[in-house]
């Protein structure tokens, strides 16, 4: 396996702590402490648009692919959506004044993870409030869809709690020392994969509800995992500055980016898109940089 860092995107004046994929596979979205919410194309490097400022930092966005509308999560404020094409904001939803971590359209509705355990349930078309659940006492960090009838919660207690559409914690299981950061199903193989401030990557069957993985993955917490397009390989990004691919079937260790290497990133690597993009992977990180690395196939050694 070749690394080929492509590009590095500058311009944010903080730690960037959320990105999004486009409608259009050239296209990604990034946001963090400074507020600004940025429009990136890969086929025009560091020439990025800010659609939107938003007071305050900014961990969780969604973009809606039917109205081209951003969903973004304003700090202690609430949800502001914004149309990417003509930048103007569609509506502002008031919330609970705590931190935003997660985002996650299902259905009709829309799921907002807060701090302290906190779920607010939208309506996806009214935009008011429907719910709120609370199955735990600390932070809601990430969500993901387990087929069109559950969804995996992971929470800053090392929990993983599946709910139904009926607002029912149906499932749950301490999958994790302490904080979940990423949870992303699998449906091929019935898992669902997590990682977290444990810096170890696990593997849940849905099946059996058995543990079928559980590697130290780095040296400090894991924030993020992402799969490539054909689903052969997973990378990971790391509280220790580093990016790593794994083998998707083997969890073999593949390659590791860094900066001593790679010229990688020199802070926290905090979120990761594997684009259908000439299956370009993108990384932020607290350093305030962006960079587009191309991922070749071969044999070869770590």
Excluded at 144 to 155: Q, S
Aim: hydrophobic fraction near 40%; charge should be neutral.
């Amino acid at each position: 396996m070749q690394i080929e860092r492509i590009d590095t995107f500058s311009g944010h004046r903080g730690p960037i702590y959320a990105l999004e994929q486009g409608i259009e596979s050239k296209l990604f979205y990034s946001a963090g402490s400074d507020g600004w919410v940025v429009q990136w194309n890969l086929e025009k490097p560091d020439l990025g648009k800010v659609i939107a400022q938003i007071e305050g930092s900014v961990y969780a966005m969604r973009l809606e692919p039917e109205s081209s509308v951003l969903w973004i999560g304003q700090n202690y404020e609430g949800i502001h959506g914004v149309d990417v094409g003509s930048q103007a904001r569609i509506f502002s939803i008031s919330l609970p004044k705590q931190s935003i971590y997660a985002i996650q359209f299902w259905g009709s509705q829309v799921w907002v993870g807060h701090d302290g355990g906190l779920i607010t349930v939208l309506d996806r078309e009214t935009k008011q409030v429907i719910r709120h659940v609370k199955a735990g006492q600390k932070s809601v960090r990430t969500m993901c869809l387990l087929g069109p009838g559950k969804l995996a919660v992971g929470y800053s207690d090392g929990w993983i709690r599946v709910f139904n559409s009926g607002f029912e914690m149906i499932e749950s299981w301490q999958a994790h020392q302490n904080s979940v950061f990423s949870v992303v199903y699998r449906q091929d193989k019935e898992a669902l994969y997590s990682v977290g401030r444990d810096a170890h990557i696990k593997s849940h069957s849905l099946v059996d509800k058995q543990e079928l993985h559980a590697i130290p993955g780095h040296i400090y917490a894991i924030n993020d995992l992402v799969f490539s397009p054909d689903g052969l390989h997973f990378a990971t990004a790391s509280m220790d500055k580093t990016i790593k691919i794994w083998e998707s079937n083997s969890m073999q260790l593949k390659k590791v980016i860094d900066f001593a290497r790679y010229g990688s990133h020199q802070n926290s690597v905090n979120r990761l898109i594997w684009t259908s993009y000439e299956d370009l992977l993108v990384s932020c990180s607290d350093d305030k940089n962006i960079s587009v690395w191309k991922i070749h196939e071969r044999n070869s050694l770590i």
